[in-house]
Structure formats: structure tokens, C-alpha cells
């Protein structure tokens, strides 16, 4: 009987939140480095992995961002362009003299009021998810291009070499900064999600936003802090851009709403909402950053790849689609049956 018990705990926590597809992406994920690394055993080296790491870093950053908004059944898709926002503002003020690290401190603020926008015209303004991120997709683009007057910035500058220092060249116990601050976001906003009440209220939105209001929670607020955490993580990115080129390129974070999608979507979190967990964006960004880099050891061309993950992602979502309305198929026969 005690075994009994202790078998349905662990597959009611196996199966929790789409822990079970966590897994099965992490087979996946295995199967692709052991692929890629018989196919040119370079793969493996040092070097490479960790440049890889590197590459995974940004997109477990944005992935963590998209899941907090998709979990409550919306989508973020200004991603890309706050990234381009984040990086033109910090390296134009920076380039301009302004103190390195106050320069950081109005990226996060400009960041912050997109993501309060996007909660707003969300939540109160119920417009549609789509729509107004697309809305301020456009208006943050339009930012990081007026900035610098439709120009790239020149180089931030000697005085920003403490900030290069910790964002690009910096490294802590042998890896590379950039991979110690996605980590320390991750547990951040993973330990949040997974065990604070506003955790739980964003999953009771995604779930079901009519009990959730019934419940007590409230609706507004908690939307508009999955879209302040997306900010957060997006502008985090931006200012590793500005890091790694030295400069503010207008086009940087272009298609990274795709990548954001991708890391989430694979990793198991639902795109219909109340699924997920950030564990598994962790494994999405990686398969992501493995089949890129693996890829370009084949030597497939961009386009290739661009082609290889966006059929990953539609094939992701169709399952999950697809899973989700077998359950519910299960629940109404269930119930019936009662």
C-alpha cells in the first residue's frame, strides 16, 4: 500500500506541468550532441563547447522571458526588438560618455516601460496579445533606430571597458560570465515560478483566466509581471549585444521572438497556456544552440537552419495541440462516465 502511494506521487509530479515532456526533449537533446559529435568529433572540444554555451546563454535568457508570458496563454512578440532597443540606448550613451553602468540602468528602464505597455494593452486594454506586442515590436524598433539618427553607434569607448570586462570578456570559475548571469536569472525567475504565490497565479491564468478571476487573483497585475520579466530578460540580452560587439547595431536581436518561441515551445511549455516549466526552456534553448552549432559543422548554410528549427517549433506546437486535446477528450469521457 505505502508503495502504492509513493508510485502515484512520483508520476503525479512526473507528469506535472509538462515534467514528463522535459524528459523526453532531454533524450532528444543527448541523441543530437552524440549525432553531432560522431559526425566531427571537433564538436567536443573545449573550445567549442564553450563558445556553444556562450550561444545558448541569451536565448535561456529570452526562452525564460517568452515562457513566463506564454504560460498565462499570451505571447510576447516585441522580444527581438526590445533586445535592438536595449542594445542602441546603452551603446549610444555609452559612446556618448555617459557613465557605463547609468547607461545600463536606463536600458532596463526603457525595457521595463515596453514590458508595462505590453501588460497594460493586454490585461486592461484587452487587446490581444498578438497585436500589441506587434504594436510595440514596431514602436521599440522604431526607438533603437532614432536613438543614433538611423546610424549603427561608434564604439562605447575606453571608459566602457569595466562593463565589456563583466559582460562579454569576464569569467568565474572557468566559464564565461554571460552563462553565470543566464544561470542566476534562470534560478531567479525559475524559483519564483515554481514556488511563490505569483507562480502560481500566472499558471492559474494560463489555466484558466475566468476561475483565476473567480479565485481572487489578480488578473492585470499578474500579466503584467510576465511582461516585465520578458522585458528584464530581453534587455539583459541587449546589453550582452552591446558587450559582445563593442558598438549598437540597429538590427541586433532581429528574429530572436522566433528563438524566444522555439526555446519555450520545445522545452514543453504550452503555447494555449497553464504549462510549463522553465527547466525544460533550459533544454528547448540548448537543443536550439546544439542543432545551430551542429549544423554549421555540417556546413548548412543559414538558411538551412532558419528552415530546420522553424519546422521544429510547428511540429512542437501540433503536438502540443494535439496531446492537450486527447486529455481533454479523456476528461469529458471521464466526467461523462461519473
Not at 20 to 27: C, Y
Not at 71 to 93: E, F, P, R
Not at 199 to 213: E, L, M, Q
Not at 276 to 297: D, E, P, R, Y
Request: overall charge positive; proline content about 2%.
Amino acid at each position: 500500500m505505502e508503495n502504492q502511494k509513493i508510485s502515484k506521487k512520483f508520476l503525479k509530479l512526473f507528469s506535472k506541468r509538462g515534467m514528463g515532456q522535459v524528459i523526453t526533449v532531454s533524450v532528444g537533446l543527448v541523441v543530437l550532441i552524440v549525432v553531432f559529435g560522431i559526425l566531427n568529433p571537433n564538436f567536443f572540444s573545449n573550445r567549442n563547447i564553450s563558445n556553444l554555451l556562450r550561444q545558448i546563454a541569451p536565448i535561456i535568457l529570452i526562452g525564460v522571458g517568452q515562457s513566463y508570458v506564454l504560460i498565462t496563454g499570451n505571447i510576447d512578440l516585441s522580444i527581438g526588438s526590445v533586445v535592438g532597443m536595449s542594445c542602441m540606448v546603452s551603446a549610444t550613451l555609452m559612446s556618448k560618455g555617459m557613465n557605463p553602468w547609468l547607461a545600463v540602468l536606463v536600458s532596463y528602464l526603457a525595457a521595463l516601460m515596453v514590458g508595462f505597455l505590453n501588460g497594460k494593452l493586454v490585461s486592461s486594454a484587452k487587446l490581444p496579445a498578438f497585436i500589441a506586442t506587434l504594436g510595440t515590436m514596431t514602436i521599440a524598433r522604431g526607438i533603437a533606430q532614432i536613438v543614433n539618427n538611423n546610424y549603427n553607434t561608434d564604439s562605447i569607448g575606453p571608459a566602457a571597458e569595466g562593463f565589456r570586462n563583466f559582460f562579454y570578456y569576464g569569467k568565474s570559475f572557468g566559464l564565461y560570465n554571460t552563462i553565470w548571469i543566464a544561470f542566476a536569472i534562470w534560478l531567479i525567475f525559475n524559483f519564483i515560478l515554481s514556488r511563490t504565490r505569483t507562480g502560481r497565479h500566472i499558471y492559474a491564468v494560463g489555466s484558466n483566466i475566468h476561475a483565476a478571476n473567480l479565485s481572487g487573483v489578480n488578473i492585470s497585475s499578474t500579466i503584467t509581471k510576465t511582461y516585465l520579466v520578458s522585458a528584464v530578460c530581453s534587455a539583459t540580452v541587449g546589453l550582452i549585444i552591446t558587450a559582445t560587439s563593442g558598438m549598437g547595431t540597429m538590427d541586433a536581436g532581429t528574429s530572436y521572438e522566433l528563438y524566444a518561441v522555439a526555446s519555450s515551445v520545445i522545452g514543453g511549455v504550452s503555447t494555449l497556456g497553464g504549462q510549463g516549466i522553465l527547466l525544460g526552456t533550459i533544454v528547448g534553448a540548448s537543443i536550439w544552440g546544439v542543432l545551430q552549432n551542429g549544423l554549421q559543422f555540417a556546413g548548412a548554410p543559414v538558411a538551412i537552419r532558419n528552415i530546420v528549427i522553424g519546422i521544429i517549433v510547428i511540429i512542437s506546437v501540433l503536438l502540443d495541440i494535439v496531446v492537450r486535446a486527447n486529455k481533454n477528450m479523456a476528461k469529458v469521457k471521464a466526467n461523462s462516465k461519473a
